[in-house]
Each structure stands twice: as structure tokens, then as C-alpha cells.
């Protein structure tokens, strides 16, 4: 059996384009970082806020961000 190298990221939504979203985990700008769309999946978070999501992304991007 293979582990998934995904993770679930929950994360503010700074800025998007059609290429690339700019997120931060704490919610501030000055730390965010950007993401391109064809290495992740944004999911609306279950709250419902408009800000927030759920980005699922390969584990090695995600600490190489520095999201986790």
C-alpha cells in the first residue's frame, strides 16, 4: 500500500487569476504565497466564506510553501 503525498490545506483566499491562486494560512498578505491551479484543487470551505478554501496539494509543495 502507497501513502498519498496529498494534504488538505485550509487557506485564505488573497487573490486568484486564471492561472494561479495567492493564499496564506494565517490570513495575512504580507505571508502569502503563490500557488499555480494545475498542481492543486481548491475546494469552497465548508463554512461558506467566500475567503476561504481548502486547496489539496502534493506534500512536498505544501512545505516548500511553507503551508504546513
Do not use: C
Not at 25 to 36: K, S
Not at 44 to 51: A, E, V
Request: net charge positive; glycine share 2%; proline share 6%.
Amino acid at each position: 500500500m502507497t501513502k498519498s503525498n496529498l494534504v488538505d490545506v485550509e487557506v485564505y483566499l488573497h487573490h486568484e487569476t486564471a492561472r494561479a491562486v495567492l493564499v496564506s494560512t494565517a490570513g495575512n498578505r504580507v505571508n502569502a504565497v503563490w500557488l499555480p491551479k494545475s498542481a492543486i484543487e481548491v475546494e469552497q470551505h465548508p463554512s461558506g466564506n467566500k475567503h476561504f478554501r481548502t486547496i489539496t496539494v502534493p506534500e512536498p509543495l505544501a512545505i516548500e510553501k511553507r503551508l504546513v
